[in-house]
């Protein structure tokens, strides 16, 4: 069974399947259709060129399939069709589905186009088994003895709750963001002091500051030692971690902030 990984940028070297109808992507009949309109292009092709290559290798293809698949309106494509066009124009299946983004499986399950590719490759043992380790750093993955339904359900729940916290007209990525975000070492810091959920920091540092605890962290810092001289860059990261706690303390629900345990 497939493992959520991190989330978040970079989308084109991620391998996991979210169940989740949160993440937008495209069919794979939408996305071979991108595809196979540039292997057109490129080959300067007409539609029925593509169609009558189509039926010698025993597609019953017509110029109008082509131009469904190239419109989008094909969503899906059958194996069958994926390995005899893979085989008419000389494409690894794999190499239909380049790029960065998403692969809408099901109406509740996406792929990252990286799964697609290595899956297709033939050789995804490797990727399909990794979890990355930032996501399950999460307190409530941390412990998990396996993936079971319920570590997928706190997961979609930790989204659904981004998106609502962020409010109706925040894209969808700023909610996967933040759930990522989370997951960081300065996050979880922050809100062991302040005794509040992980996602409550990084929610109310991307709505205060518009980025993560650690991006505005780090962008202090690094303005501060260019104007301010401070003994080290441990005093100076101390330093600001502690303005930026009591920044975000009045947005919080929180206990009593604490000294003990993970340090700044």
Do not use: C
């Not at 084109?12 to 949160?22: H, K, Q």
């Not at 069958?80 to 893979?86: A, G, H, K, R, T």
């Amino acid at each position: 069974m497939a493992k959520p990984g991190r989330l978040g940028q970079g989308l084109d070297s991620l391998d996991f399947v979210i169940f989740s109808s949160m993440v937008g992507g495209k069919g794979l009949g939408q996305l071979l259709g991108d595809h196979l309109r540039l292997i057109r292009e490129e080959r300067n092709l007409s539609h029925d060129e593509v169609a009558r290559q189509a039926r010698a290798v025993g597609l019953p293809w017509s110029r109008a399939t082509v131009l469904a698949f190239e419109s989008g309106q094909r969503k899906s494509v059958a194996l069958e069709e994926l390995i005899l066009l893979s085989y008419a124009f000389g494409v690894e299946p794999a190499d239909w589905f380049v790029g960065k983004g998403w692969a809408k499986l099901t109406p509740d399950a996406r792929a990252t186009l990286a799964v697609i590719r290595t899956m297709l490759a033939g050789s995804p043992t490797d990727q399909w088994t990794r979890i990355s380790k930032r996501m399950w750093d999460l307190p409530e993955f941390k412990h998990a003895p396996g993936i079971v339904g319920a570590q997928f359900e706190k997961l979609n729940q930790r989204l659904k709750r981004a998106k609502q916290t962020l409010g109706p007209d925040a894209p969808t990525e700023a909610a996967i963001k933040a759930v990522e975000a989370a997951a960081g070492q300065a996050e979880v810091k922050a809100a062991h002091k302040l005794r509040v959920d992980p996602l409550d920091v990084s929610l109310t540092a991307f709505k205060l500051w518009g980025r993560s605890f650690t991006q505005e962290r780090d962008r202090r810092i690094s303005e501060a030692i260019r104007s301010v001289s401070f003994r080290s860059f441990q005093a100076t990261r101390g330093h600001i971690t502690r303005v930026l706690l009591k920044e975000l303390a009045p947005k919080l629900k929180k206990g009593p902030p604490i000294t003990e345990g993970p340090g700044t």
